[in-house]
């Protein structure tokens, strides 16, 4: 099998495929012949040296695939070879070949191909947890979006367009006509406005009931600022910890001590709350995962949700993916083709 490898610390260009021999299916796990591997800024974090999930340097990160099941592990009786299947995955997905629980699998629905199938499990997990299961955000609701043309950002528009909520998402100006087409309804951008003072006027003062917020530092006090009563922050990443393509120790810093710290006392008193979402640290309850995946899968079969894949890179062109991701480039998801 070929895999894209982090062989140490660093930028874009560390990146090397490698062969391995193929792995084979214990008990309860299938083969899948990878057709498609999903990007996450967590990738990215890893690669860096950021990431204090991933596994020790030298390592193959990638948290999603897609592609047709080969082989079936013993006691394994929902799935057999031959099957389209998506998988979650515990690192490991920058692979053609991948070894899953079949547990963390899921059959893709007829006619979805297998980029747009890569795009569906971390950025729709992750929005869903804060959406839907944690947020269970109502029709008429103000949602503030933070890359809202990312990959969990586009995510978060589809499933507020669902529940009839409305959102205000941050994007560079160029993408701002194609997220106003998408159901975003108003646009801030972020490189030359102030998300708060906007977020103030374009609700009279009220605030947002939910915010969705991976940038990190300031951003979570700015975007807890936003609430108005009974609203929700919810945390899910730290990207400006990481702002150039190698790893800054002082940018990281600087980021971890301006973060807010949040007292119950006062959010008791404000009527407001902050909820971290980590989907890397929820593999204990498989089992729940797989059903909110399922939903999410029938929901992109009917219709109703559609992934937005923007740029395809093959396995030699993962410095490329990387760099394009970290270039704020992207509107939706980048996936990897072996």
């Known amino acids: 099998m070929r895999q894209i490898w982090i062989p140490k610390a660093g930028g874009p260009e560390v990146l090397e495929v490698r062969e391995a021999a193929d792995p084979t299916p214990g008990e309860g796990e299938v083969r899948v012949r990878v057709a498609a591997s999903g990007v996450n800024f967590a990738d990215i974090m890893a690669r860096m040296g950021l990431y204090p999930d991933a596994p020790p340097l030298p390592c193959v990160v990638g948290y999603e695939v897609a592609g047709t099941i080969d082989a079936i592990g013993a006691g394994v009786t929902d799935l057999k070879a031959g099957d389209r299947v998506l998988s979650i995955t515990q690192f490991g997905g920058y692979t053609d070949t991948l070894v899953a629980p079949a547990m963390q699998v899921a059959r893709l629905p007829d006619g979805l191909d297998f980029e747009a199938a890569a795009a569906i499990p971390v950025n729709y997990l992750t929005a869903w ?65 102030d998300f708060e003072a906007e977020v103030k006027r374009i609700t009279d003062g009220e605030g947002v009931g939910v915010a969705l917020d991976a940038v990190g530092g300031s951003s979570f006090g700015k975007s807890y600022r936003c609430l108005g009563s009974l609203g929700r922050l919810y945390c899910f990443g730290v990207s400006s910890f990481a702002p150039g393509k190698s790893r800054s120790i002082f940018a990281a810093l600087k980021g971890l001590l301006s973060t807010r710290r949040y007292g119950p006392i006062g959010m008791m008193n404000e009527n407001r709350g902050v909820h971290g979402v980590n989907l890397g640290h929820l593999w204990h309850i498989a089992p729940e995962l797989r059903a909110m995946l399922g939903e999410i899968v029938q929901l992109v079969g009917d219709g109703t949700f559609a992934p937005v894949v923007d740029a395809t890179f093959s396995f030699d062109q993962a410095a490329e993916a990387h760099r394009y991701i970290q270039d704020r480039k992207n509107f939706g998801k980048v996936i990897l083709t072996p």
């Open 129 to 193: 947890l804060m959406l839907v299961r944690l947020g269970n955000v109502q029709a008429g609701e103000r949602v503030l979006v933070h890359a809202a043309a990312g990959g969990v950002g586009q995510a978060a528009v589809q499933i507020c367009n669902w529940k009839g909520a409305s959102v205000i998402g941050t994007a560079s100006p160029g993408k701002h006509a194609r997220l106003k087409a998408a159901g975003v309804a108003h646009c801030i951008d972020y490189t030359s406005q």
